[in-house]
């Protein structure tokens, strides 16, 4: 007998369905045909097997129509659940999340940055089987662990591009290894495309629509989504944003590049500036010789959001560089709205969001509102949202 070819991507069919239960919270099965542009037999048998694994349950009915009311279905949250890992230069943040998205254990801890990764990742496997058993999760529910971290990145073979922290990080296996140690599958992706997806998965954005972020963490990245599709590019490695060149006699950066906009716009840049100002690094107590990054940074970015007039124009000026930016992501990809994600824009959001909204409003040529502001931070801070003009930013 023949094989259709819906049944041959029966894994595919199984995906999309479910996504669509989980992004309605409740829907019937002739709306999930509708939206699908499948049939109601495949619909019924799609929804018979998730119900069969436990992964969708029936919700009562839905509101009359003229007709029978009909038979509404949901996720079972509960019934399966993953890990999210964020590994920073020198944070690590480790969340356990249910099938809808919703967390329900969280731990952080730092020192990665200065461990080799044969000793960091079983660390970060010891904390995985820690959170787990503190939050009850049964191991046989886990679907797989997702790994962000910076770029460069090889995401189909789950490597770093990249000799950081240190050397040894470089092309080295972080995802394999870390599956093994694990036994679960592990799924390595940049942290600007997983923060840019994660605002479409939210359901903060029009589904159909084509929209960036700029994420900031101890760097400076980028992520495009076009209909709930990560733009990937030839390997992975698109919209590096932090690596667009600002300045063609600047200094040469790690990356192979010359003036690049994090070594002018990112936190590591604005502490050095800030050791740099006479008074401002005794006012703040900044340590030069600090490990921790974020820490400094957020000192300065306190200070900027208190008044502090020296802090103030060094986070203003790290803003207007994210300006430019952001206009250079519009004018590239055509976008409606642009994101800010990631620890680094929380405490000084306010600041960045509306230089930034400012530069993208005087300097685009679109001649259409483009949206900037706020995505829920990875820590899980509420998001703030703002209005805006040609494309929008969005801050965390």
Not at 38 to 58: F, K, P, Q
Not at 68 to 96: D, F, H, M, W
Not at 184 to 193: E, F, M, S, T
Not at 246 to 271: F, K, M, Q, R
């Amino acid at each position: 007998m023949a094989t259709s070819p819906i049944w041959a991507s029966r894994p595919k069919t199984r995906g999309l369905v479910l996504d669509l239960i989980r992004s309605a919270r409740t829907i019937t099965r002739i709306e999930l045909a509708e939206a699908t542009g499948l049939t109601g037999a495949t619909i019924s048998e799609v929804v018979r097997e998730l119900m069969g694994d436990g992964l969708v349950v029936e919700a009562g009915r839905g509101a009359p129509t003229g007709g029978k009311p009909r038979t509404l279905v949901q996720l079972n949250p509960l019934a399966r659940y993953s890990v999210g890992i964020q590994l920073e230069r020198n944070t690590c943040v480790i969340v356990v999340v249910d099938l809808a998205g919703r967390q329900v254990a969280r731990t952080s801890f730092q020192g990665v940055a200065t461990m080799p990764p044969e000793q960091a990742l079983p660390l970060v496997a010891s904390q995985i089987d820690a959170l787990l058993a503190t939050a009850a999760v049964d191991r046989d529910r886990v679907l797989g662990v997702g790994l962000v971290s910076y770029g460069p990145q090889d995401r189909r073979v789950g490597v770093l591009l990249t000799p950081q922290p240190t050397g040894k990080w470089l092309d080295y296996p972080v995802a394999r290894r870390l599956a093994e140690i694990l036994e679960l599958p592990v799924l390595l992706d940049n942290d600007a495309a997983a923060a840019a997806i994660g605002e479409y998965w939210m359901g903060a954005v029009d589904p159909r629509s084509t929209y960036g972020c700029i994420y900031m963490a101890t760097g400076i990245g980028g992520g495009v989504v076009v209909a709930g599709e990560v733009y990937r590019g030839s390997s992975s490695n698109s919209v590096e944003i932090g690596h667009i060149s600002i300045d063609v006699n600047g200094d040469e950066c790690p990356c192979g590049n010359i003036g690049c906009l994090e070594n002018y716009a990112g936190p590591s840049a604005l502490v050095r500036q800030a050791l740099a100002t006479p008074g401002l690094a005794q006012r703040l107590a900044l340590d030069p010789a600090g490990a921790d990054l974020l820490t400094e940074f957020a000192r300065v970015a306190a200070a900027a959001n208190a008044g502090d007039p020296d802090a103030r124009g060094l986070v203003e000026q790290s803003a207007r560089y994210l300006g430019s930016a952001a206009v250079t992501m519009t004018g590239l990809f055509d976008v409606d709205t642009i994101v800010l994600a990631g620890p680094s824009f929380a405490v000084a959001s306010s600041i960045y969001q509306a230089v930034i909204q400012q530069e993208v409003d005087r300097r685009t040529f679109a001649r259409r509102p483009i949206r900037c502001g706020s995505y829920r931070r990875s820590t899980g801070r509420t998001r703030r949202r703002w209005a805006g003009r040609p494309s929008s930013c969005r801050a965390s």
